[in-house]
């Protein structure tokens, strides 16, 4: 168990203080244990669905910045914008295209401004395409969107129905739907969406068997007979054969040629994979192997440096117990998707020395092992916010603690805020005869919330009434900045 020995009591504590801006103090926030990350907002499962989370993608809107994020339950893909973190707009909703059990997986990923979106454990669902431009001109929040179109046809006019997850290099045209029960066991099967009203299918691998995750790139790793080719590497799980990573030329959808795969034959089940940012090593998940083995939260490293010669290079355990899922990398940093014990984040600047350097975890419960807690997160959006998706809770928004970096803890601050913490309308108070000239108050987002120029006082009452619970950073002067907590 975690901090709150009595389970009753957290319940407690979060039902009073989960609330938007909550840093990450004494190792909680707002009653989710954390490290270096601080909770921006959560919207609960239930205000968005009846069924489980859990995919997770996001988009940028190149025209207006906005960002938003496109969140999946078993029953529908929800789209919210997290433009102002404070103060989300869940626009609204697609609902799955044919009838749901509760246990769906949903998967999406984002190309040319549409959404792509895949269910597993379903009947003939296919890939439904959303225009997501349609989120500019939402009147009546939140709106049932219906799909622009769904693909349903394969190969051979094969049917496409339910796909375990969708791969897309948002650089090119081609989608990838792995784990489909379709007529080629549940390999990669490549989708034209160059037109993404228009999709089409043009090619499919057979040779390795089922694939359940994978990434696609374009390849400028230090493999340099490849620089600029298409490659698809494939995480190809099973329970009862040969646990896999597969490297397949895509350059040609219409005709993938396999340059090499590697079993790991003690894996329990091959997951989930991403390329280090070099592309010089491949990191996977084993998501099987604590509950069957007892193994800590494990990452698997593989040496990609020749791709026709891909060989095992090393393990990290981390502290955990809990089973991992999904992880993305982001510049040295991995971000993990660890179920029980939340989003962890390991520097891999050194991958000899992974180490992990903050977490926010979305089950507070315990670090069992259960498939219960945080399903995927997606830390791509340029300012910094990332997103995750939980199974039991609903959707969160989290930023790295203090990443404004406004204090300047070298100058002495001549001025005071009381009372700090303060319910709302604290006074700032000059403590050296030092006039108060100028005031703003940002968010830990650097969103600038008040502005005022030329007071000339040595008091000040701030004006908070309107602003929700959180930290907020007030700076005097135009260089000095003092931290402000309202509860």
């Known amino acids: 168990m975690k901090k709150f020995p009595n389970l009753a009591c957290f319940l ?188 089409v299918t043009v090619g499919q691998y057979t040779e390795s068997g089922y694939t359940h995750d994978a990434q696609a790139v374009t390849y400028r790793g230090p493999d340099s007979r490849y620089t600029n080719k298409e490659i698809l590497v494939t995480s190809n799980g099973s329970q009862r054969g040969t646990n896999k990573v597969v490297i397949i030329d895509v350059t040609d959808p219409t005709a993938p040629q396999k340059i090499a795969e590697i079993a790991q034959f003690n894996a329990k089940y091959i997951h989930q994979g991403w390329f280090t940012s070099n592309q010089k090593y491949f990191l996977v998940n084993d998501e099987l192997d604590e509950e069957s083995v007892g193994n800590n939260t494990k990452t698997l490293i593989y040496d990609f440096t020749d791709l026709e010669n891909p060989i095992y290079h090393s393990q990290f355990f981390n502290t955990t117990a809990s089973i991992d899922h999904n992880l993305y990398v982001k510049d040295n940093l991995v971000f993990q998707a660890n179920y029980t014990s939340g989003m962890r984040v390991l520097d891999i600047s050194d991958i000899q020395n992974i180490h992990e350097i903050g977490y926010f975890d979305t089950y507070p419960e315990n670090d069992g092992v259960s498939f219960n807690g945080i399903w995927s997160v997606y830390p791509y959006f340029s300012s910094g916010k990332i997103i995750l998706s939980d199974f039991n809770r609903g959707f969160f928004i989290v930023k790295k603690s203090e990443t404004l970096q406004m ?49 000339q006082q040595l008091e000040y009452l701030l004006p908070t009434e309107s602003m ?20």
Request: net charge negative; hydrophobic share 35%; charged share 20%.
């Open 12 to 199: 407690l504590l979060s039902t009073l203080f989960i609330k938007a801006q909550t840093p990450c103090e004494d190792g909680f926030a707002g009653g989710f244990p954390c490290e270096g990350y601080d909770l921006m907002n959560l919207f609960d499962k239930e205000k968005l669905s009846n069924s489980n989370g859990s995919d997770i993608w996001g988009w940028t809107d190149p025209a207006t910045s906005k960002e938003y994020a496109i969140t999946t339950f078993g029953d529908k893909t929800c789209f919210i914008d997290i433009s102002d973190p404070l103060n989300p707009l869940y626009l609204g909703f697609l609902n799955s295209n044919i009838f749901f059990t509760t246990k769906v997986w949903r998967d999406v990923k984002v190309y040319k401004n549409h959404a792509f979106i895949v269910a597993d454990n379903v009947g003939a669902h296919g890939m439904q395409v959303f225009d997501l431009t349609r989120l500019r001109n939402v009147t009546s929040p939140p709106e049932n969107f219906t799909q622009d179109t769904v693909l349903t046809s394969g190969i051979d006019s094969s049917t496409i129905a339910s796909c375990h997850n969708i791969v897309i290099n948002e650089g090119v045209g081609v989608a990838y739907l792995v784990g489909c029960n379709s007529a080629n066991g549940g390999g990669p099967i490549m989708v034209d969406i160059s037109d993404p009203k228009n999709p």
């Open 407 to 455: 204090e300047n803890f070298l100058v002495k601050n001549p001025f005071t805020i009381y009372p700090n913490p303060a319910k709302n309308n604290p006074i700032l108070k000059s403590s050296q005869n030092t006039p108060i000239e100028s005031i703003e108050i940002y968010s830990l987002l650097g969103q600038k919330i008040f502005h005022q120029k030329e007071i």
């Open 468 to 487: 929700v619970r959180g930290m907020y950073l007030v700076k005097i002067n135009g260089s000095l900045t003092k931290k402000l907590i309202l509860n």
